[in-house]
């Protein structure tokens, strides 16, 4: 069995990005994976993990240049729902992965990971909706 001790982002978007410069910043290990190598651009120049360009669904690249076996924390953050629910699915129940984080546009999504205690999901509009929110109440003040 693995040592489960890298952070793997898969989308290099601009959520992606700050995740995997922060976690850089920390000093973890970073895998980050993306099918447009321009995405690279986005990562920070101090970012000291791995970049690997590719298609996200592809087994042997999760398993052969991703390590998906030593990962501890998975980040999905690519500009699909679909995709990021099979990696969601695929990571949590076939890799074990203990930490998995998904971005859904979509809301309605939740359901479809609901069974999965290490699966959690992150939603746009419920982020902006929330600091919108918050904002509003600090005016009213």
Partial sequence: MAIRNKI???GSGRLGSIIADRAS?????VIVLDEKESSFKKLDEAFTGFKVHGDATDITLLEQDCYIESVSEVVIVTGDD???LFL??????IYNVPRVYVRFDDPDKAIL???SPNVKAI?????????????????EK
């Fill in 123 to 139: 939603y746009p509009s419920d982020l902006s909706a929330n600091k919108f929110f918050s904002i509003e109440a600090e005016g």
């Fill in 25 to 29: 910043a920390r000093g973890e290990n």
């Fill in 8 to 10: 793997l982002i898969i």
């Fill in 88 to 93: 969601a699915h695929l990571c949590a129940e």
């Fill in 82 to 84: 679909n995709t990021n």
């Fill in 113 to 115: 990971i609901s069974g």
